[in-house]
Nanobody
Framework: QVQLVESGGGLVQAGGSLRLSCAAS????????MGWFRQAPGQEREFVAA????????YYVDSVKGRFTISRDNAKNTVYLQMNSLKPDDTAHYSC????????????????WGQGTQVTVSS
């Protein structure tokens, strides 16, 4: 069946880095755009980054521009989120998702979701 599995989360001090991975199976990966979302306790789910089918188009939320980098490797059916200069405000549960749209920032356009991985940034 279709499945997205995130990994790479953990506890890191402010200013540190983490690299999240999302491995896809059961779908034609190259026909889906991919996105990362995050949700902190008591807060709404927030769009973080998205990448188009081939990686030609990329979107980021303003708060992570210059710090986070989304990428994909279609040969490995994997999307990544490199997170640098982490801040306590980045603490959240991070989930990846797949969309049939070429690229989208909208939560409602994503059809498939992973279980997520926790990122905690200490001060």
């Amino acid at each position: 069946q279709v499945q997205l599995v995130e990994s790479g989360g953990g506890l890191v001090q402010a200013g540190g880095s983490l690299r999240l991975s999302c491995a896809a199976s059961g779908l034609t990966f190259s026909r889906y755009s991919m996105g990362w979302f995050r949700q902190a306790p008591g807060q709404e789910r927030e769009f973080v980054a998205a990448i188009s089918w081939t990686g030609a188009r990329i979107y980021y939320v303003d708060s992570v521009k210059g710090r986070f980098t989304i990428s994909r490797d279609n040969a490995k059916n994997t999307v990544y989120l490199q997170m640098n200069s982490l801040k306590p405000d980045d603490t959240a549960h991070y989930s990846c998702a797949a969309s049939r749209m070429t690229i989208t920032t909208s939560f409602h356009d994503y059809d498939i979701w992973g279980q997520g991985t926790q990122v905690t940034v200490s001060s």
